[in-house]
């Protein structure tokens, strides 16, 4: 079965400091799918990244990056000079493909991020 | 695009009674999804509809059921409440469910169970 740990129950920084969010996986696909979303407090999940596969280039965005690395099935996230508006839980996610085609996640148990001003 | 809604945003039940929650996907998403989301469960799938068919279902009793109409719109339904269904009840949409593509969630209906 497919399975996603988040280590890090929560992080507590300081406001401008860098905080990576760890996440690993296991799967028996060849073929799989990571994503990230963030949680603030009113409950969405907000999208952050998607990532396949067959591509472990890593990928920045504004502050966020994410370093993707089959060989240690990992997919860990770092925010650079966090900010306060990035405190929320977050949460790392495999596809699975299940019967007819359809897909669920498989969720990490997240990581409670809080930055302080 | 208008985004994923849900309704209510919030509910409070007895035990005993039933309750309907609805999502409405993004527009032109066929594909929606329902996860459960627990403190000491963490977020589980509960079920998927595809074109008014449910294609698969997690490990949920049979009082967790669903239906998906012809234009997208989706509702769950929990009967016989107990204590323990008190949790976020989140729904996804996607446009065919296939596994590279994103799924993007609601603001999730907050169930309390008294």
């Known amino acids: 079965a497919q399975k996603v740990t988040q280590a890090q129950t929560e992080i507590s920084v300081v406001e401008k400091e860098d905080v990576t969010l760890d996440c690993v996986y296991e799967?028996?696909?060849?073929?799989?799918?990571l994503f990230w979303y963030k949680q603030p407090p009113s409950g969405e999940l907000v999208f952050l990244i998607r990532r396949n596969s067959f591509d472990e280039q890593n990928e920045i965005s504004g502050r966020y990056s994410w370093n993707f690395q089959k060989s240690t099935s990992s997919f860990n996230f770092t925010i650079t000079a966090s900010q306060v508006v990035d405190s929320a839980v977050y949460f790392c996610a495999l596809s699975e493909a299940i019967n007819q085609g359809a897909q669920k996640l498989v969720f990490g148990q997240g990581t409670r991020l809080t930055i302080n001003p | 695009k208008a985004g994923v809604t849900q309704t209510p945003r919030y509910l409070i039940k007895t035990r005993g009674q039933q309750v309907t929650l609805s999502c409405s996907p993004i527009s032109g998403h066929r594909s929606v999804s329902w996860y459960q989301q627990t403190p000491g469960q963490g977020l589980q799938f509960l079920f998927e509809?595809?074109?008014?068919?449910?294609?698969n279902k997690g490990n949920f009793p049979g009082r967790f059921s669903g239906r998906q109409f012809s234009n997208s719109r989706s509702e769950m339904n929990v009967s016989t409440l107990e204590l323990g269904d008190s949790a976020l009840y989140l729904c996804?949409?996607?446009?065919?469910?296939?596994?590279?593509?994103?799924?993007?969630f609601g603001p999730g209906t907050r169930l309390l169970v008294l």
């Open positions: 509809y595809f074109s008014e068919t449910q294609r």
């Open positions: 799967t028996r696909d060849t073929t799989y799918y």
């Open positions: 996804a949409s996607s446009l065919w469910a296939r596994r590279q593509e994103t799924q993007y």
